[in-house]
């Protein structure tokens, strides 16, 4: 029964490192007794590393010798999107820093994949990224200053014209809020809207 859970752990991690563009992923989990003895002891009974190749004709590798920051951001996505499918999971999950490493097309991906758990579980997510920022249902700004010798943190809740100026200075950094910017960061939030409802319709369809 553990290697068949194994097998299947494993099978589970790489197909949903697959969909996050990673194809040729080999994905392991090593389990073995702690201190080379098998039974319990103080700190438990064994010791679990999990181990990775990213890329085809490579060694399996422990994570945190060989992954990168982006593969270590599609890793941690990977993992909790299982773990999210699990009964018994809290129904709030944070991602802080999910975007560090990547960009363009595997924001997106990353993006689309956390708006699916978002579906099943409150999501809270700390992003810089556009991509990710427009796939939300509901967008905050936090802002940081000094006051009186003392730093304060402001969050605040952002409207749809908001979010679209606070997007198109994601893209362009700040300052960038020209017309043509905030007529794009527009559209971006309003493609954001229909791919979540194709997505949507697609597991319906399941």
Do not use: W
């Amino acid at each position: 029964v553990r290697i068949l859970f194994h097998i299947r752990a494993e099978q589970q991690v790489e197909r949903e490192l697959r969909e996050l563009s990673m194809p040729s992923v080999r994905f392991h989990v090593e389990i073995t007794p702690l201190g080379g003895t098998p039974g319990f002891q103080s700190t438990g009974a064994d010791d679990v590393r999990f181990l990775i190749s990213a890329n085809a004709g490579e060694a399996l590798g422990r994570i945190s010798k060989i992954a990168s920051g982006g593969e270590l951001s599609r890793i941690m996505l990977a993992l909790k999107n299982l773990s999210a499918q699990k009964p018994g999971i809290p129904r709030s999950m944070v991602f802080d820093e999910i975007d560090t490493g990547i960009s363009g097309r595997m924001a997106q991906v990353v993006a689309e994949k956390m708006s699916q758990i978002g579906d099943h579980h409150q999501v809270i997510c700390v992003t810089h990224l556009p991509q990710i920022a427009a796939m939300a249902d509901t967008q905050y700004l936090v802002c940081k200053y000094d006051e009186n010798g003392a730093t304060r943190t402001e969050v605040t809740r952002l409207s749809e014209s908001q979010r679209a100026q606070e997007i198109a200075r994601m893209v362009g950094g700040a300052g960038c809020e020209s017309e043509s910017s905030v007529r794009h960061a527009a559209v971006m939030l309003e493609e954001a809207r229909a791919r979540k409802q194709a997505l949507r319709a697609a597991i319906e369809g399941k």
